[in-house]
């Protein structure tokens, strides 16, 4: 069965400092990965997917993830957050060829510190 | 607004009673989910549906039972709660091979068994 990994369980840091939420995936077919965002007492929203072609994706709001085959990885990534960011963020896998379901992470709950 | 609608937003339950979790969406979603979400494990998937009259467990389905009558609407069901069902229930729906095009989720219902 695929696996997903949230290395970290919280993440602070400083409101304009670049953060890196990490992911690893356990799969040895190809994979679809995502990242959802879920803000307080709100349902989860999706912020970003790799389905294929470039293995760098991104979003509007400025995060960015990486899909890295050989390390099995799909790591957020953002330059500099504002106190808005602050949220929950799961990342999640697809393997079945239907793509019926996704299979989440534990999450990262990222705080922004003034 | 269109969207996923889930009720109640809040319950509160004694052991063995019973109860049903409704979640309606507009969008003609093929897709719907049933998630609960725990500190520190994510999202974990309960049962889900592919299509009107069809139902799958997912990951966690004991004790939790469902049906899908009618396209907008997926009702989870509690036979005779356990405090171990105490949890954050989060229904979603999607397109066909709906991961790769998000789910919309719900803003949740916070379920407390005592």
């Known amino acids: 069965a695929q696996s997903v990994t949230q290395l970290d369980s919280q993440v602070p840091v400083f409101e304009e400092a670049p953060v890196e939420l990490r992911c690893n995936y356990s799969?040895?077919?190809?994979?679809?990965l995502f990242w959802y965002v879920q803000y307080p007492n709100q349902g989860l929203q999706l912020l970003l997917k790799y389905l294929s072609g470039s293995t760098l994706v991104k979003s509007i709001n400025g995060f960015e993830a990486e899909f890295n085959k050989s390390q099995t990885s799909f790591h957020l990534r953002k330059p500099s957050v504002h106190i808005s960011d602050t949220a929950e963020y799961f990342c999640a896998v697809s393997r079945d060829q239907g793509a019926q379901k996704l299979v989440f992470g534990q999450g990262t709950r990222l705080t922004i510190n003034p | 607004n269109a969207g996923v609608t889930q009720t109640p937003k809040f319950r509160v339950l004694k052991t063995g009673q019973s109860m049903t979790l409704l979640c309606a969406q507009d969008m003609n979603h093929e897709y719907m989910y049933w998630y609960r979400q725990d500190p520190g494990m994510g999202l974990r998937l309960i049962h889900y549906?592919?299509?009107?009259?069809?139902?799958a467990k997912g990951e966690v389905p004991d004790g939790y039972n469902v049906s899908r009558l009618k396209k907008q609407n997926f009702l989870l069901g509690l036979e005779s709660a356990a405090p171990s069902q105490t949890s954050v229930y989060f229904c979603?729906?999607?397109?066909?091979?709906?991961?790769?095009?998000?789910?919309?989720f719900g803003s949740g219902t916070r379920l407390t068994v005592v």
């Open positions: 549906s592919v299509g009107e009259g069809t139902t």
């Open positions: 979603a729906s999607s397109q066909i091979r709906g991961a790769l095009y998000g789910y919309t």
């Open positions: 799969s040895s077919v190809s994979v679809y």
